[in-house]
């Protein structure tokens, strides 16, 4: 079955350090999303990319975040300057389109230390 | 903001037993997903309802999508141990992106 696939697993940085954490999407979905799941708390939201574009974002994301598809394939989420309570999980997701489930990856543990 | 509020917050249960668990919101949502997420990794779809009144089956589980479609149940029949988890519930609105409740822990106890 296909799989979204996240890159590192786990990811250990320090204050003010940027980090890139990298996902392959399903090849054939259309739709790319950046969720976090802080230890305990709920999945948040935090941007979706549709046609090459930045199509919502929430109020996490901010200036010191950045998405990008740099390839085709690859669909990054970049912390320019990582702060302690950037630490949580990281998921990427894709979906075929509007109304369908979302497919999640297994998720970037960043821990800001 | 649209919100969904899950109940229970943890569920412990029996094996054998069955349970069923609530999602509800005052927002009108297009579909309501549900979730299972292990620990350590992401959350898995399970099922996706859109029509109101729906109703599905998976197995021994059983979701329901209110008819105002702005609330969904899901009920286990005969719970096992595998099904201890998160169980998430989360719902789209036209194109706005997936929103999450905060989960209702369920632990089957054999």
Redesign the interface.
Known sequence: EPEVTQTPSHQVTQMGQEVILRCVPISNHLYFYWYRQILGQKVEFLVSFYNNEISEKSEIFDDQFSVERPDGSNFTLKIRSTKLEDSAMYFCASSPGTGYGYTFGSGTRLTVV | TQLLEQSPQFLSIQEGENLTVYCNSSSVF??L?W?R?EP??????L??V?TGGEVKKLKRLTFQFGDARKDSSLHITAAQTGDTGLY?C?G?SG?????????TRLSVIA
């Open positions: 297009s579909s997903q979730y997420q350590g990794e992401g959350p898995v779809l099922v996706t859109v998430l989360a789209v194109n706005t992106p997936l929103v999450f409740g905060k989960g």
